[in-house]
């Protein structure tokens, strides 16, 4: 089946610092990417939509300048959380379609902001 | 605002029994649903999805209803195994969109 992977799959940064998150299609062409971040023990929260060759689109709420994404190929979409804070910390997590098919999650990426 | 929810934040089921895991939207305008399971520290796993034009759909050891006329949908899970333990969420996919937005997510505790 479909595989999505993100890469970290977690990653420690200190305050002030910015981090950059992959997420990638292995083996199908993701015309549209998803990012979610997920606080413990609460649902996925969509942050905004990522489409390929053209800016994404944030949820309300959702800073466009704080959470920078870029959707370059149809295969790699990246969210930058840029100046982190320790309220970033968070589970973040990616999805992709592109073939019609149920969207296909990554693994996540676990931020801890110190 | 607008949400999908769930009436239960934990089941625990005895080994072998069947689970049923409830979701309740809100959106009239959602034609797809989809449920996921997720485990510590994973990604949503998809496990069955429904068209809004259907009421009931299997796959294997799940099944998943909606009832559009107060819009709930359900998971069934029979012959709950301690592997299904995990959190699972409903999501709704509204209008021509790949959007989709999650519950408040249900977790499942098989004891044997």
């Known amino acids: 089946g479909a595989v999505v992977s993100q890469h970290p799959s977690w990653v420690i940064c200190k305050s002030g610092t910015s981090v950059k998150i992959e997420c990638r299609s292995l083996?199908?062409?993701?015309?549209?990417m998803f990012w979610y971040r997920q606080f413990p023990k609460q649902s996925l929260m969509l942050m905004a939509t990522s489409n390929e060759g053209s800016k994404a689109t944030y949820e309300q709420g959702v800073e466009k300048d704080k959470f920078l994404i870029n959707h370059a190929s149809l295969t790699l979409s990246t969210l930058t959380v840029t100046s982190a804070h320790p309220e970033d910390s968070s589970f973040y997590i990616c999805?992709?379609?592109?073939?019609?098919?149920?969207?296909?999650f990554g693994n996540g990426t676990r931020l801890t902001v110190t | 605002g607008e949400s999908v929810g769930l009436h239960l934040p934990t089941l625990s089921v005895q080994e072998g029994d069947n689970s049923i895991i409830n979701c309740a939207y809100s959106n009239s305008a959602s034609d797809y649903f989809i449920w996921y399971k997720q485990e510590s520290g994973k990604g949503p796993q998809f496990i069955i999805d429904?068209?809004?034009?259907?009421d009931k759909r299997q796959g294997q050891r799940v099944t998943v209803l909606l009832n559009k006329t107060v819009k709930h949908l359900s998971l069934q899970i029979a012959a709950t195994q301690p592997g299904d333990s995990a959190v699972y969420f409903c999501?709704?996919?509204?209008?021509?969109?790949?959007?989709?937005?999650f519950g408040t997510g249900t977790r499942l505790q098989v004891f044997p």
């Open positions: 999501a709704e996919r509204r209008g021509n969109t790949d959007k989709l937005i």
């Open positions: 999805s992709a379609t592109g073939d019609g098919s149920p969207l296909h």
């Open positions: 083996d199908f062409q993701a015309t549209t």
């Open positions: 429904i068209r809004s034009n259907m």
